[in-house]
T-cell receptor, first 114, second 112 residues
Framework: DVKVTQSSRYLVKRTGEKVFLECVQDMDHENMFWYRQDPGLGLRLIYFSYDVKMKEKGDIPEGYSVSREKKERFSLILESASTNQTSMYLC?????????????FGQGTRLTVV | KQEVTQIPAALSVPEGENLVLNCSFTDSAIYNLQWFRQDPGKGLTSLLLIQSSQREQTSGRLNASLDKSSGRSTLYIAASQPGDSATYLCAVELYNFNKFYFGSGTKLNVKP
């Protein structure tokens, strides 16, 4: 069974803290993604990576950075957490190319910044 | 930029009804379109993937169709059950780096 695993289901952090969200996939996928999901705004792409050490900005990268040192792991970093980063964060992975590029998602991390 | 729209935003039906969820997108240069299900507070579960060369895909009681030229996809759910209650999202995958763009979803409630 294919799997994308996010390190935490729920996190509560203080304003100004550095926050790490971890995502691991076991499908040998080239592409990995970080989205945030907010009521009324849907899923918005923060960053994605199509290979180890490669990253591309999505639609809302401000206040975030990412790291992909190994193919199976993609980390989202909030350099200095703020209350407007309270959200549901979703990690996904997919195969590169034109066929069989089905995306698989993790269970989500509900982050609250207080 | 690709815009993805889902109609209706919410739908409530009695158990047993057949129903159709709609998804439209503005740019037809897509690899694939994928339908997902999301239960409250959870991640997304993949339901069906339609490749750009295909017209439809079926899985059990679900059937999804794709018309690239008109920028539309439909998800047909046959004989709905209370367990089908969830939010259904469609996503189009662009040629550029396999990026996915999502609609805001249709929240389905199937009443017993």
């Amino acid at each position: 069974d294919v799997k994308v695993t996010q390190s935490s289901r729920y996190l509560v952090k203080r304003t100004g803290e550095k926050v790490f969200l971890e995502c691991v996939q076991d499908m040998d996928h080239e592409n990995m993604f970080w989205y945030r999901q907010d009521p009324g705004l849907g899923l918005r792409l923060i960053y994605f990576s199509y290979d180890v050490k490669m990253k591309e900005k999505g639609d809302i990268p401000e206040g975030y950075s990412v790291s992909r040192e190994k193919k199976e792991r993609f980390s989202l970093i909030l350099e200095s957490a703020s209350t407007n980063q309270t959200s549901m964060y979703l990690c996904a992975s997919s195969k590169n190319g034109q066929e069989n590029t089905e995306a698989f998602f993790g269970q989500g991390t509900r982050l609250t910044v207080v | 930029k690709q815009e993805v729209t889902q109609i209706p935003a919410a739908l409530s039906v009695p158990e047993g009804e057949n129903l159709v969820l709609n998804c439209s997108f503005t740019d037809s240069a897509i690899y694939n379109l994928q339908w997902f299900r999301q239960d409250p507070g959870k991640g997304l579960t993949s339901l069906l993937l339609i490749q750009s060369s295909q017209r439809e895909q079926t899985s059990g009681r679900l059937n999804a169709s794709l018309d690239k030229s008109s920028g539309r996809s439909t998800l047909y759910i046959a004989a709905s059950q209370p367990g089908d209650s969830a939010t259904y999202l469609c996503a189009v995958e662009l040629y550029n780096f396999n990026k996915f763009y999502f609609g805001s979803g249709t929240k389905l409630n199937v009443k017993p």
